[in-house]
C-alpha cells in the first residue's frame, strides 16, 4: 500500500507513523505549574538525539478542544521540566498520569508514585522511576497544534542496581524500559541481544564509532 502524505488526514498520518515507527521510548515528563503543584504525562514521542550537547526531544499535541496540555504549558512557563524512563514496575502508574486530569491535580501523587527534589530543576523527580534526567528547554518548535520541545539534559539520576559497580555499564537484566508501539499496545525489553559488526569487515571502516559497549554484557568492543 502507497500513502500520499500530503492528501492523508491527520488521524490516518498518526495512525501509521505510530504503528510503524516504534517500538518508541516514553518519557514520564513532570513539571511545576504556576501554583508550585506537580504535574506529570506520559509522551512517547520522544527520544535522545545528541549527546553533546546532551538533548532530548518531546513532541506535543494540543488537547482536542485546542488548550494547551499541562506539560507543554508548565515547559514552557518554567523552562525546565525532568524526563522519566518506564519499566514494567510502574507502567500502571504511568497509564493512570495520562488521564486528562484537571490542571491542579498531582498526577504523581494520585497515580500512586512518589515526588523526590530535583537537584537541578524545580520539578520533582519520581522516586519508583530507574532513571530521571532533568533538563532545561534548548528551544520549542511550534508547528501549529504540535509544539517540539528540545531539552537539554543537565543532571542525570540512574538507580545503582542499573549499573555495573563502576557506574559504566547498564545491566540489561535489570535495566528493562517499557516502550510503546501501536494503539495501546506496548513492549517490555526483557529479550535483548547482542548484535555486533562482523570482525572480518572491521578492517574496511574509515573511522569507528561508539557504537556497542554500552552495557556489561557487551563489554569489550569500545569504538567498535
Ligand atoms: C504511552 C503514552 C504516550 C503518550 N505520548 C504522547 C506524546 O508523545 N505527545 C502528546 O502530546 N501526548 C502523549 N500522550 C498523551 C498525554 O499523556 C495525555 O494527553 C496527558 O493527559 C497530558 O497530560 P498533561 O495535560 O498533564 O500534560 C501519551 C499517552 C500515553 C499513555
Do not use: W
Request: aromatic fraction near 8%.
Amino acid at each position: 500500500m502507497e500513502f500520499d502524505f500530503v492528501e492523508l488526514s491527520e488521524k490516518d498520518r498518526y495512525r501509521l507513523l505510530c504503528s510503524f515507527v516504534g517500538p518508541r521510548p516514553i518519557a514520564l515528563v513532570t513539571t511545576v505549574d504556576e501554583h508550585n503543584g506537580y504535574n506529570a504525562a506520559p509522551m512517547s514521542f520522544f527520544n535522545v538525539f545528541s549527546h553533546d550537547p546532551p538533548l532530548l526531544i518531546i513532541g506535543m499535541q494540543t488537547r482536542p478542544d485546542g488548550t494547551a496540555k499541562d506539560t507543554v504549558a508548565n515547559i514552557k512557563r518554567t523552562g525546565e521540566f525532568v524526563a522519566h524512563m518506564v519499566d514494567m514496575s510502574i507502567a500502571q502508574e504511568m497509564i493512570v498520569t495520562s488521564i486528562n486530569f484537571p490542571s491542579h491535580f498531582d498526577e504523581i501523587e494520585f497515580a500512586g508514585l512518589t515526588s523526590a527534589p530535583s537537584i537541578k530543576v524545580a520539578a520533582p523527580r519520581i522516586k519508583e522511576s530507574p532513571c530521571a534526567m532533568e533538563c532545561r528547554v534548548s528551544q520549542i518548535l511550534d508547528y501549529g497544534r504540535r509544539t517540539i520541545v528540545i531539552g537539554e539534559v543537565v543532571h542525570m539520576y540512574v538507580r545503582d542496581e542499573c549499573l555495573d559497580e563502576q557506574g559504566h555499564y547498564v545491566r540489561p537484566d535489570i535495566y528493562q524500559p517499557i516502550a510503546r508501539l501501536h494503539a495501546d499496545n506496548y513492549i517490555v525489553s526483557d529479550r535483548q541481544f547482542v548484535l555486533k559488526k562482523p570482525a572480518e569487515l572491521l578492517k574496511y571502516e574509515v573511522v569507528g564509532d561508539y557504537a556497542g559497549a554500552h552495557s556489561a554484557k557487551n563489554a569489550g568492543g569500545e569504538h567498535s
